[in-house]
């Protein structure tokens, strides 16, 4: 499978963008999807995740309460709603796939299937 996260760009703090990850190749069923997040100088953070079903979601403590992410199963997708936005936020972000069907985690070395990122600059 193939994941392409597209939405990034520059935002004002206090703004809001939405991400999503487009899965290609075959399908993600049965298995957790999350998104990671990169800046400059630091090692990559987990930011959230939701399960196949979509029901169930888990949040970084950094974007609780200002970030959601929702899954399409059908149309093999998820995204991620960011609001209020902090300089802070500034990352390249990653989707990614968990290694196992059932797998829930939120340490990266569980995700063995990775996009290539996409930027996000949030302006002070």
């Known amino acids: 499978v193939q994941l392409q996260a597209s939405g990034g760009g520059l935002v004002q703090a206090g703004g809001s963008l939405r991400l999503s990850c487009a899965a290609s190749g075959r399908t993600t069923e049965g298995h957790t999807m999350a998104w990671f997040r990169q800046a400059p100088g630091t090692d990559r953070e987990f930011v959230g995740l939701?399960?196949?079903?979509?029901?169930?979601?888990y949040y970084g403590d950094k974007v609780k309460g200002r970030f959601i992410i929702t899954r399409d199963k059908g149309e093999n997708m998820m995204d991620l709603q960011m609001s209020n936005l902090k300089p802070e936020d500034t990352a390249v972000y990653y989707c990614?796939?968990?290694?196992?069907?059932?797998?829930?985690?939120?340490?990266?070395?569980?995700?063995?299937?990775w996009g290539p990122g996409t930027l996000v600059t949030v302006s002070s």
């Open positions: 939701v399960t196949w079903t979509g029901k169930s979601t």
């Open positions: 990614a796939l968990a290694r196992a069907e059932g797998l829930v985690a939120t340490n990266q070395r569980e995700y063995d299937t």
